[in-house]
C-alpha cells in the first residue's frame, strides 16, 4: 500500500483511545472442555496456519449514503471500479474488488464490497439495494462501517444491521482532513462511547490518510484460507457493468433532482476489436419529460454526456470507444420486480 501524507498533523500510526481491544465472540462461553476459549484459539488459528499459510477474505464496506465508501474503495483497490459522484445513492450494486499480495512474507487475498448507502426503502429498487447489503454483510469476514466526520449520529439503520454480526467491525471516520483535531478526537470519543468496535481508525479516504493503518487492521483479521478467485481477476463484475456504470455516472454529473435517480443504463451491445471497443446502449427514465430533460434542447445535454462518457470509458479501457446512446421511456421501472431483475437487482 502507498504512503500517506499528514498535513493536518493528525496521529497516523499511533493515536491514544483510537484502537480498542478485539471483542469477545458471542457464544465462546465453553462448560464442557478442560480448555477456555483463549487457549484454545491459538490452537485453532494455528492448524488452520498450517492447513494453509496466506489469508483470504471478504471485507464490506457499508454506511450511510455519501459518506464515501466508493471512494475508499477504490482507494484500498488501487483501481477505479466504483462510481463516484458528490449525489447521495450513487452506489446500487454490491461491487466487489479483487486485491492480491503479500504481506510480511505472508500471501492474501481481499475481495472489498462497495455496498450502497444504507436507507429506508420507498420503492422497490431500493429494496433491492439493500438486499445487497444484507448479502455482504452475511459473508463479511471484517466488516468497514464508514462513518464521517459531520454525521449527526443518525446511523440507527446501520447499527442495527452491524449489531447483528458476530465478525469485527473496523469503525472509520471519514473526511477527517476537512476537520480539527479537536473534532476528530471528539468524534473518536462519541464512537467509543456508542459503538463497541474492534477498531476506531480515522481517515481520508480521499488523501489516502491512514490507508496503510487501516490495511493492516484488515489483513491481520483475515481467516487462513486459500484464494477464492483466480490472481488475475480484479473483480466480479463484467466489462458491460463497469461501461454502464460509466456512462450512469455522467448522468449524475450533468442532471439535477429526479432525473439521475429515475434513469438505469443498459449496456445492449459491447464488440471490441483491436483498435477500438464498439459499445451500444439505451438510457431509460420514468417519463417523457425526464427524457425529454436528458437530450436537452437540440440534443445537447445527451451530446455532452456522451462525449464525457466516452472520454471516460477510453481511459478505463485503454483504448478508443465508439459510443452510441438511445434514451427510452419506460414506466415506473423502479417498481416493476421484471423490469429490475432484468437490469441486475435480483441478488
Known sequence: MGSSKN????????SPGVDLPETNLPGNDSTENDLSDDELAPDLAAIAAAQYPGRAGFVSIVGKPNVGKSTLMNQLVGERLSIITSKAQTTRHRIMGILNGTHEGE???LIYSDTPGIIKPMYKLHESMMSF????LEDADVILFVTDIYEQHDEDDVLQRLQKTDVPVILLINKIDLATHEEVEAKIAHWQEHFQAAQIIPIS???????????????????HHPPFFPKDE?????ERFFASEIIR????????KEVPYSSEVIVTGFKERDDMIIISSEILVERPTQRAILLGEGG?????????A???????????????????????WRNKERALKRFGYDE
Do not use: H
Open 300 to 308: 445537447k445535454m445527451i451530446k455532452k454526456t456522451g462525449i464525457m
Open 133 to 136: 447489503v444484507r448479502g455482504s
Open 7 to 14: 498535513e493536518n498533523n493528525f496521529p497516523d500510526d499511533t
Open 107 to 109: 500471501e492474501f487475498q
Open 249 to 256: 455516472e455522467k448522468i449524475f454529473l450533468n442532471y439535477k
Open 234 to 238: 480484479l473483480t466480479d463484475k463484467p
Open 205 to 223: 479516504a480521499l488523501n489516502a490518510f491512514n490507508i496503510n493503518k487501516l490495511f493492516d487492521g484488515i489483513i491481520t483479521r483475515l481467516p
Open 310 to 332: 466516452r472520454e471516460e470509458l477510453e481511459r478505463f479501457f485503454n483504448k478508443k470507444v465508439f459510443l452510441e446512446t438511445f434514451v427510452k421511456v419506460e414506466p415506473d
